[in-house]
């Protein structure tokens, strides 16, 4: 049998901690059932989200 391949592969630093701390969530999705993958990208999804609306609140 093969050995298996990461789902996600390495990711390089942004430079910003809370994306980073956002993307690095995507390495759960190697230790969950594919039904739980979508509640693993939502929260991706919202972490980004929320840092965006940080940023743009800091540039108004």
């Known amino acids: 049998m093969a050995e298996p391949v990461a789902f996600v592969p390495a ?5 910003h ?4 701390e956002a993307l690095g ?3 759960a999705l190697d230790g969950v ?3 739980a993958h979508a509640a693993v990208y939502e929260d991706v999804h919202q972490r980004l989200s ?6 743009d609140r800091e540039q108004r």
């Open 11 to 15: 990711l390089d630093p942004t430079g």
């Open 17 to 20: 901690p809370a994306v980073d």
């Open 25 to 27: 969530r995507l390495e």
């Open 33 to 35: 059932e594919t039904e």
């Open 50 to 55: 929320d840092t965006l609306t940080a940023l």
